[in-house]
């Protein structure tokens, strides 16, 4: 087999839309692309195809899809679409019959030979080896990792079971193994997503596989134990508020995960909860949250709400901004209700006029800045951990272990070596600053 020089190899670019399971997605195609001996390209013109991996969420993200595909098109003109839109072929041919394939989410197969068709491999597997770890499109020193696939819930707005069928979750051999080499290759921090982190392993009634010579159970507590050994940071995103979440807490507490839970509660009124057909029993979720602060007091929450919801009524708002007030959550993101194709919540009556959606949503994120604030104010004076994200000649940029990438907060480092330090290093911090969103502070080592 004749040698493949990189000039030679073919090249795929990728443009990445919607949530971070999306972003996984790419990373796997690019993973097996990679291995073949494609090389990824930074523009479109440097690409001989491009893959638009798109959203079909919400309408506005079916609209930023097709204007993704648009664009490019127009830039490159050999391109294959796959992920969430990929579902309505006929709604993207509508609007771009010209696009060379289109394929659904987790289609991975038919994405790599729409690529394949558009340009051929060509592979020398004595040069074209990936890396063990992967491609990762996150920076190298953090990294998703998904744990299941699918959803067995049916909440009213979402229609993300229809698209990404039923739950599916990996063995935890599987899911170690991957997080294993990622921190060997340097990753300091593990993301962990999945449609409903907390259902792990309930298709594999919790089975157990080998790793590292011992039995692990398919179950959300004992991979996130796993993932504790690690020597990484692990966060947990995406976890409902099922009983057995309790179980994580003691884990936060010894540091073994971070004090971090993603809890989408949508909601707090009992009713509204009712009518979106959320998983998981939420009552006393005040008090567990309490509970949740007197084992680990360090504990961080982040959330999202919708608001406008149909027939949503202005006393089930103001109960949601009474509970806000008292969960005193630290990060919360809202949304005003969209209907989306083929969710059932669209039958539902009592569509709540744009005008009050806009009202609500601003007295929610009024309602919570103060609180927000308050939290990170309680920062002020500590010693803290933080991990390098970026440097550049006024100081580096970094975060706690309360704040996701892209998501959450930043903690600004200043002082004598701050500019000298690393992407990826795991620094002390003096916090001497706060507001609603950011924190300030000082190297100290
Ligand atoms: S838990 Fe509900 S919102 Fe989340 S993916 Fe499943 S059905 Fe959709």
Not at 198 to 205: E, F, I, P
Not at 312 to 340: H, N, P
Not at 410 to 423: C, H, M, R, S, Y
Request: one cysteine or more.
């Amino acid at each position: 087999m004749p040698k493949i020089s990189p000039k030679t190899a073919p090249k795929v670019g990728i443009v990445s839309l919607g949530c971070a399971k999306a972003l996984v997605d790419s990373e796997r195609i690019l993973t097996r692309l990679g291995a073949e001996g494609y090389e990824v390209s930074d523009s479109y013109e440097g690409a001989d195809v491009v893959i638009v991996n798109t959203c079909g969420f919400l309408d506005s993200a079916r609209a930023e899809s097709l204007e993704a595909i648009g664009e490019a098109m127009a830039r490159n003109g050999r391109v294959v679409v796959t992920g969430c839109m990929g579902v309505d072929e006929s709604g993207i041919r509508k609007a771009h019959p010209n696009v060379l394939a289109v394929t659904g989410p987790h289609q991975y197969e038919a994405v790599v030979r729409a690529v394949h068709e558009a340009v051929p491999p060509a592979h020398d597997p004595f040069i074209d080896l990936v890396p063990p770890e992967g491609l990762h499109l996150t920076p190298r020193h953090y990294a998703f990792l998904k744990i299941s696939e699918g959803c067995n819930n049916s909440c009213s707005f979402c229609i993300i079971p229809d698209l990404r069928g039923k739950l599916a979750s990996r063995p935890a051999a599987d899911v170690l193994g991957e997080a294993e080499r990622l921190v060997a290759a340097g990753v300091r921090e593990l993301l962990v997503i999945s449609q409903d982190t907390s259902a792990y392993g309930v298709d594999l009634k919790y089975a157990a596989s080998d790793w590292r010579g011992a039995p692990v159970r398919a179950r959300f507590a004992d991979m996130a134990a796993a993932l504790g050994e690690l020597g990484a940071w692990v966060r947990l995103h995406y976890v409902y508020p099922y009983p057995h979440v309790d179980e994580v807490i003691p884990l936060m507490a010894a540091g073994k995960v971070l004090p971090y839970l993603d809890i989408p509660f949508q909601h707090a009124h009992p009713d509204v909860l009712r009518a979106m057909k959320r998983p998981a029993d939420q009552a006393k979720v005040l008090e567990r949250i309490a509970k949740w602060r007197e084992i680990c007091p360090d504990l961080a929450i982040r959330s999202t709400f919708i608001v406008g919801f149909p027939g949503e009524t202005e006393a089930q708002f103001e109960y949601l901004l009474d509970w806000l007030e008292e969960a005193k959550l630290d990060r919360v993101g809202a949304f005003k209700y969209e209907d989306v194709k083929g969710a059932a919540s669209n039958a539902l009556g009592g569509q709540v006029d744009e005008d009050v959606k806009q009202d609500r949503w601003e007295r929610l994120m009024e309602t919570q800045r103060p609180i927000s604030e308050a939290r990170l104010a309680t920062r002020i004076g500590r010693t803290i951990e933080v991990l390098i994200d970026e440097v550049d000649e006024d100081g580096a940029t970094g975060r706690s272990k309360w704040d996701a990438p892209e998501v959450d907060g930043a903690v600004f480092v200043e002082g004598d070596g701050a500019t000298g330090l690393q992407p990826g290093q795991i620094v002390r911090v003096e916090i001497d600053e706060a507001d609603e969103t950011d924190l300030w502070g000082t190297l100290v080592g």
